[in-house]
Each structure stands twice: as C-alpha cells, then as structure tokens.
C-alpha cells in the first residue's frame, strides 16, 4: 500500500511539473507574440499605404460581379394544390461592370448592367399549356462619361445613356440620353453628373405614347469594393423640359460579398418611376387610359443568390 502512495505521490508531483513547465512555457510564448502581433500589424498598415498609393494612381480600374439565382421544382400527385402535377422554376442573372480611365486632366467612365429572369409552371395535365421560360425582369443599361477635369473634383463632361430590354421587345422601348453638363466627384468612387443640356431620344413602335423630348439629366453613381464586399448603386433621372409625363427614374442598387475564392451571396433590386411605359402598359387592357387618369405605380424588381467577382 505505502508503495503504492508513493507511486501516485511519484506521478502527480510529475504532472504538476509538466504543467507549472507548459504554462512557463505558454507565457514565454505570449511575451513573444505581443512584438510579433505588433510586427504583423505595421507590415499590413505598410502594406495598405502602398495598396492606397497604387489604387491612387492614374490609369484603367476595371471590374465585374453578378449573381445568380435559380429555383427548380416539380410535383406528382401533389392534390393539395391546383396543379397537382408539374414542374415549375425560375432562374435570374445579374452582370455589373465597370471599366474607368483616370488621367491628370480628364477620365472616361463606362458601365454596365444587365438582369434578366425567366420562369416556367409546366401544367403535366395540360398538354396545350406553355412548357417554356418565359422573361419576367428585363434590364440593360450601358453608360459612358468623359470629363475634361477643371479641378480635381470637378469637370465638364459629356454623358451618353442607353436603356433598354434585351429578352423581348429589344429597343422598344429604348432610351438614349445624350447631353453635356458638369460632374462633381465628391469623395473617391462617387459620381455625380448634371446635364442641363440633354437630349432623350426614345425608340418604340407606339409613337402614340412615347415621344423623345429635351430636358435635364442628372445621374448619381457610386461603385466600391471593400475587401470581400461588392457595392453598387446607380440613380439616373431624366427631367423633361416638355412635359413631367415625359419624365423618369431608374435606381438600381447591387450587392456581392465573397465568401470563397470568388463565390458568395448577392442581391439586387431596382425601382424605376416612367409615365410613358405605365401608360403602353395601361392601354393594353384599357383603350381609354391617358395620362390623365393614369394610376402610375412604382415599378420594382429584385434577385437574391449566388454572386461571383472578377
């Protein structure tokens, strides 16, 4: 018995001077993380001033991000609901892009931004019934700026927009905004265009509704990447000299955030404020729609899923 105390004694006295050994040991190896933290810490801030001079300097920035969204399902003897039997599904696309030149005395800025959806409800009892995609959102907006630098915040600038749909009804309607004004640049990645002297041609088959008139053009964007973060919006606004009926907004607002090499999540959405196609629409089903009696609702669409950046 007393050999067997003396052996536990024994093992005990060892384990405790292993552990008063391995937490010395633990605060030896903390006294040297803090200067090494602290080293890590002065390269990366090193790293970001270089990081900034170089995103500081003149030339082309470039960049794309988008999302994709996708829903498929179908349904067997499913009587709870109208359509037992079905497949059905829903599939949406975003593309932003930018591609900007900055140079000492001017800079030309171009983007893009597409967004199209399809959906399909294929009734399996229903042979005539439509077993398609069929577009639901339809967006395509291309941009071009240049400006001949008066200040390192402020220029005058000449803006072509054109806007449209590329899924149906290509170019009908469409709109070109072409016009010449100021920029200012408040901050860094933020632009904001007025135009006093522009021009709204707009293109469609119903002359009856649409009419291109002069007005004023005023464009508000702002694009970023912070890290694994993708921003963009972008406020454009037509003010028709003619008629406010003749007037529109489109806003549009996209975000990305990455969680793995390039893949994360994204979401998109959009409003858009515009008389003349709330009226084409409205004749559809009511020959005596005008302007007048017009109930001109805010137009909206949205598309939440996966995101891919380049």
Known sequence: ??????????????????AQDDAQKAEELKALLGPKADSIAAIQSRIDAIQGEIDGLPGWRKGVFGTLGANLAGSKNWYAQGTPNNSSGSIGITLNGFANLDREKFFWRNSGNINAQWVKLD????????????????????????????????????????RTSIINNFNDPGYLDVGVGATWTPIKDMVVVIHPLNYNFVFAENDAVYESSAGAKILVDYTRSLGAVNFKTNFSTFQSYSSSDLSNWTWINSFGYTLW???GLGFEFGLRNNKQEGLANALLTDANASFDNLDNDIQSYWLFGLNYSL
Not at 1 to 9: N, P, T
Not at 157 to 162: I, K, V, W
């Open 123 to 162: 009734n399996k009892d229903i042979d005539t019934d439509d077993d398609s995609f069929n577009g639901t959102t339809d967006v395509f907006n291309l941009t071009s700026l240049y400006g001949y630098k008066l200040s390192p915040k402020f220029a005058i600038s000449a803006l072509a927009e054109y």
């Open 1 to 18: 018995m007393r050999k067997l105390f003396f052996a536990v004694l024994a093992v005990f006295t060892a384990s405790l001077s292993f």
């Open 261 to 263: 090499k390039g893949i």
